[in-house]
């Protein structure tokens, strides 16, 4: 049977054996941690703890503060020794960071309401995922309390959970599957019974035969089916994944809800079941720690917050003079870290630490109007031109040719035999054309 995907897209090399078979280690407990206010999209949290406080595992330290916000919790137990400001690489902004001292093993503040998801109503399920702060772990930090609240009016018709995990390198979701099955199943039937789902899908790539044999089983006599996908990056993205399960096709500017469907990723279900089953807050979630730069690769569950030196200091690196450079996520997508000192936040799935001799020196030459970045767009656009448009600052041109619709999946990028870096010109553009809409607005 042919394999479902998307039209266009790209095929690099997918160095998942590099962490694929490794277990799931947990870390030990960082010292401190360094828990930023913007731990997900949208407005950052209200601090409501101070220097000299004594905090638990699992306390909340900061409050959601608007509807698109989420909860920061303290990820061990310990005392809060100062506020300080630190950059966020992933948004590129300095933010209040709340830092704190362990001073011993957990001693957990849970969530007092958890338990059978059965007995409770969708209200007392979603107000769960919201005191546990729980977002989007795939990288898009959504919060998940208000994915959850289907709108009046709106209709959630399936459950798409995304395990596709096409960036390469990253293997966390794999081996989710394969030692959590049951858990990630009984995640899913938690978000089926507070939204009304009647129908899930969980979406898995070709290349994760173990997993897929492994959520087959867990699956058994549940109304969810395992959908095994084309190998083929940016298989995850959203509007690719709900295209290759349902055919459906969600409209420029629009969401998942309005073609029906609701898309988790593996981990946030995991999470939403430690919350609801367990009264666990998100304070920790799992990590591959890969590429050639690193001595020993493997797959990790680690507290949030803990700062990315630390991480690294558990699996070892190869000589500073051979890093190219290190990434929060994988190599399409990933955040070129400034510095190692610099915290983890929610979304960190993945620290990549690419070698000099893996990252070929790109030379870069002008335009030659092959179309290839054409043919790789999953979402039709003409990277080409739009990178013509953006240089020229036509922004109104651009954002009618689909600019704000362009993904960064970096595929146009990859493809490009010119080595044109067209994907950061589009960030650059989005940021600036975002910028002068709120401007003409005020
Ligand atoms: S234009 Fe955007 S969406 Fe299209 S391939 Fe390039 S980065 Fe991806
Ligand atoms: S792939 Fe590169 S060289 Fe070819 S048309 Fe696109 S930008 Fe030009």
């Known amino acids: 049977m042919a394999l479902l995907t998307f039209k266009g897209g790209v095929h690099p090399p997918e160095k998942k054996e590099l962490a694929e078979h490794k277990q799931i280690k947990i870390l030990p407990l960082p010292e401190k941690v360094y828990i930023y206010t913007t731990n997900h999209l949208g407005a950052p949290a209200k601090i409501i703890v101070e220097p000299g406080q004594k905090v638990k595992t699992g306390q909340k330290i900061g409050e959601a503060n608007g509807f698109i916000s989420a909860n920061i919790h303290s990820t061990i137990t310990g005392e809060v020794i100062e506020i300080v400001k630190m950059t966020n ?14 001073t011993g093993d957990d001693e957990w503040d849970l969530i007092p309401e958890h338990g059978d998801y059965t007995k409770k109503s969708p209200e007392e399920i979603v107000n769960i995922v919201k005191e546990a702060g729980i977002v989007g772990l795939g990288g898009a930090m959504f919060p998940s309390h208000v994915k959850m609240s289907i709108p009046k009016g709106k209709k959630a018709e399936y459950l798409i959970i995304n395990a596709a995990e096409c960036e390469p390198y990253i293997t966390i979701d794999n081996r989710m599957m394969i030692e959590k099955s049951s858990e990630i199943v009984k995640g899913i039937k938690i978000i089926m019974h507070a939204t009304g789902v009647k129908k899930a899908y969980i979406g898995i790539e070709s290349n994760k035969p173990e997993a897929i044999e492994k959520m087959k089983e867990a699956v058994s006599g549940e109304p969810i089916e395992i959908k095994v996908l084309k190998t083929k990056y940016p298989q995850g993205a959203e509007k690719q994944l709900i295209y290759a399960i349902t055919k459906k096709e969600v409209p420029s500017g629009g969401l998942p809800l309005d073609v029906g469907v609701i898309v988790f990723n593996v981990s946030t279900t995991y999470a ?6 367990h009264g666990k807050p998100l304070v920790e979630r799992g990590i591959t720690l890969t590429g050639e730069g690193v001595k020993n690769p493997g797959n990790f569950i680690y507290r949030i917050g803990t700062k990315v030196k630390d991480l690294l200091d558990h699996v070892g690196l190869v000589e500073e003079e051979k890093i190219d450079r290190i990434l929060y996520g994988g190599p399409m997508m990933g955040i070129p870290l400034p510095d190692i000192e610099l ?88 940021k600036v054309a975002r910028a002068l809409k709120g401007r003409a607005k005020k």
Do not use: H, W
């Not at 690489?89 to 362990?102: L, W």
């Not at 939403?272 to 089953?277: F, G, K, L, Q």
């Not at 109104?396 to 035999?417: F, W």
């Open 89 to 102: 690489a992933a948004t590129g902004t300095r933010n209040d960071v709340v830092v704190i001292q362990r």
């Open 272 to 277: 939403i079941y430690e919350a609801v089953e």
């Open 343 to 430: 915290p983890t936040f929610k979304g960190n799935n993945a620290l990549t630490v690419l070698t000099k001799d893996i990252v070929p020196k790109k030379e870069s030459f002008p335009c030659i109007r092959c179309s290839k970045c054409v043919q790789v767009c999953p979402i039709n656009l003409m990277p080409y031109l739009l990178k013509l448009q953006v240089e020229k600052r036509e922004y109104d041109k651009a954002m009618e040719y689909g600019l704000m619709d362009c993904i960064e999946c970096g595929s146009c990028s990859y493809a490009c035999p010119a080595g044109i870096e067209l994907v950061k010109t589009f960030k650059t553009g989005k």
